[in-house]
């Protein structure tokens, strides 16, 4: 989730990828202040934080969409390039891992293994 910057009149002035001193906001991708603030910014650093935050989500949706697919026998892991598969069981290790040690991660957030 995206990490935002607000001026003194609650404007977002910056987005971030990850929470620091000055970005202490959560904001949902899809956020009204965030789409309107990504509608209206020019600068291009802030475009590319931008960026870079909504790359984080949409990763997430697409590893999610791949795990539907997989789930109802849509296609299959292996029909996936070799590459795909590794990164994949990493990233559902890694889940698996961090569901292990407990609360590490929040608790909307669902862990879906195929």
């Avoid at 309107?36 to 969409?65: H, I, K, M, W, Y």
Wanted: a negative charge; zero cysteines.
């Amino acid at each position: 989730m995206p990490y935002v910057t607000r001026d003194q009149n609650g404007r977002i002035a910056a987005v971030h990828a990850t929470q620091s001193a000055e970005a202490t906001e959560e904001l949902a991708p899809g956020d009204p202040d965030l789409v309107e603030f990504l509608g209206r910014t020019s600068d291009p650093a802030g475009l590319q934080n931008a960026l870079v935050v909504s790359d984080l989500a949409l990763v997430r949706v697409l590893e999610d969409l791949i795990t539907v697919l997989i789930d109802k026998r849509i296609i299959i892991l292996t029909d996936l390039p070799k590459a795909a598969q590794q990164k994949l069981a990493h990233r559902y290790d890694m889940r698996s891992r961090l569901a292990d040690l407990g609360g590490i991660v929040a608790e909307h957030e669902d862990i879906p293994l195929p």
